[in-house]
């Protein structure tokens, strides 16, 4: 299976920008600033962060970048963030992973309490750092640790119980990467994980089940993960899918279907 920079996807990046703003109190209005000033580097973290947000909305990305690291400065973790990505997809910026990899290190030697309004920033941080260990960053002092990232993973996966987090530990476990190889943790994790809304684990865990002797649940696992997939995972999925189908007889085929069908309308 592949995944594009595995550990730091652009999923739903400026969705969780927004989305995070009214964490922040946001009691002035983004609309109230007016970007065709200077940026107002004097003012407090998170006015200049809603600046920030506000010019990245209107496609002013080197405001934005401006913004965000005057925030960043004052210890606003969400400005801090928004840059850690830019320089990740190099979206305004150049791209440069280590600067990426330098401010979600940041983020996450500043803990924060599950609930808090700095959250999503944190876990997503702790994916990104996660995913750059497992690749490494090469002419960089960031080396590929499997270790490390399957720790990072377990820290956002059982403190945070993000559905991602558990996916990818579960991944790591099962290939025996950054510690011991577990079949049995592996399924309890991605059992989790596609009880949380993961499309990939539910696929997994399908596929698991079906070579482990349980033919007909383990293609109706794999048939919801085919009907359920997002455009970056469906190819893999329907894959697995296929795959499976094409060695059961036609009652086979029949059951899975018909019990994914019952599952879904449970929300087994």
Known sequence: ?????????????????????????VGRPVQAFDITTDVPKESGRFD?????????QNGDKKKAVEAYRYAAEKGHTGSRWALANMYAYGDGVPENDYEAFK???????????????????YVNALLALAGYYQTGIPDT??????????QLYF????????PEAQFRLAQMILNGEGGAKNVRLAKKWLNLSRKNGN????????????NEGQPVLGLAYLTMAADRCG????????????KCFSVVDENDRRGAIALAQNMSTGNH
């Not at 730091?8 to 989305?19: T, W």
């Not at 200049?48 to 990245?56: E, S, T």
Request: glycine share 12%.
């Open 1 to 25: 299976m592949m995944m594009e920079k595995t550990g730091h996807r652009q999923i739903g990046v400026f969705l969780l920008m927004a989305s995070l703003m009214v964490g922040y109190g």
């Open 48 to 56: 200049l962060f809603r600046f920030g947000f506000k010019a990245y």
């Open 103 to 121: 401010a979600y290190a940041e983020i996450v030697n500043h803990d924060v309490e599950p609930g808090s309004p700095d959250t999503g920033f």
């Open 141 to 150: 002092p960031v080396e590929k640790d499997l270790s490390q990232a399957r």
């Open 155 to 162: 820290q956002a996966a059982s403190v945070f119980g993000n």
């Open 199 to 210: 499309v990939g684990a539910m696929a997994v865990f399908g596929d698991l089940v079906f």
């Open 231 to 242: 455009p970056g995972d469906c190819s893999w999925i329907r894959e697995l899918q296929e």
